[in-house]
């Protein structure tokens, strides 16, 4: 019988650690699906979809259904209810809540696209993940201090504070030049230690040859040539060469 009981418990505690970390990744991202907290959670997506109805019923989350024009294709995502974002968000910081069917198609690739790479990290040893919402909130704080804001910040295995930037479309390479410079007075003053682009296999290698063709940057108010060495604390990786190299950084 005690057995039976001590087996019942654990379960309850699983259980509810389980719908702590879908609340604190709802709360970071505002939205995700079940296929991307499958491995998070180190389920199956359809034992995810079972505790996130049972949340659902519980009024913790809610679901939505995207459509996508010209297409039959929907997607179902799942928030934070207002009650969820209440006992998610942590006593000292403001509560604000996000409305998950307000979610656009044009910019849920990207985002599901940085989940899917945040998710892989996680499981690799990279810690304290902060997404693009909170390095904005830090850049309102500290505009001189986070000259550019980018996808995510995370500490990596090997102990490394790494700006992550997912590039799936190219930019002008004016504003390549800009970001550049941006990105060069933050390592030199030790914000961030590297910056890592994970792009399309197609895209990878020609933004790489877009950067190091960049020949002067405008650093502390004066055009100079591009410092000797700044360009090897930059990485430039494929989706699939990420999931190989992760561990290295």
């Known amino acids: 019988m005690s057995n039976l009981i001590n087996s019942k418990t654990e379960q309850g505690r699983s259980k509810a650690l389980k719908e702590a ?3 604190s990744f709802l709360l970071e991202e505002g939205y995700s699906t079940a ?17 996130l109805r049972k949340m659902e019923a519980k009024e913790l989350i809610q679901t939505h259904t995207v459509k996508f024009e010209l297409s039959s294709w929907n997607l179902k995502i799942w928030g ?29 690739a990207h985002s599901l696209a940085l989940q899917r790479v945040k998710v892989f990290a996680i499981s690799q040893g990279w810690d304290e993940w902060k997404s693009s919402s909170k390095m904005l909130q830090s850049a309102n704080l500290s505009r001189s201090t986070w000259l550019q804001v980018p996808d995510a910040v995370a500490m990596s295995p090997k102990g490394r504070k790494i700006a992550i930037e997912l590039e799936r479309t ?6 390549y030049v800009e970001i550049l410079a941006n990105y060069a007075e933050m390592l030199s003053s030790g914000i961030i230690a590297e910056v890592i682009y994970i792009c399309p296999e197609n895209i990878a290698k020609r933004l790489e040859r877009l950067f190091h063709r960049i020949e002067k940057i405008i650093f502390r108010g004066k055009a100079i040539p591009v410092p000797e060495g700044l360009l090897k604390r930059f990485y430039f990786v494929t989706y699939d060469e990420w999931e190989v190299q992760s561990k290295d950084f």
């Open 80 to 108: 934070l209810t207002p009650t969820g974002m209440l006992l998610a968000t942590p006593e000292d910081e403001k509560f604000k809540f996000f409305e998950v069917s307000r979610v656009k198609p044009i910019t849920m």
């Open 35 to 51: 296929k991307i907290l499958a491995p998070l959670l180190k389920m199956t997506p359809n034992g995810v979809q079972r505790i």
């Open 21 to 23: 970390l879908i609340l």
């Open 170 to 175: 190219v930019k002008t390479p004016k504003r």
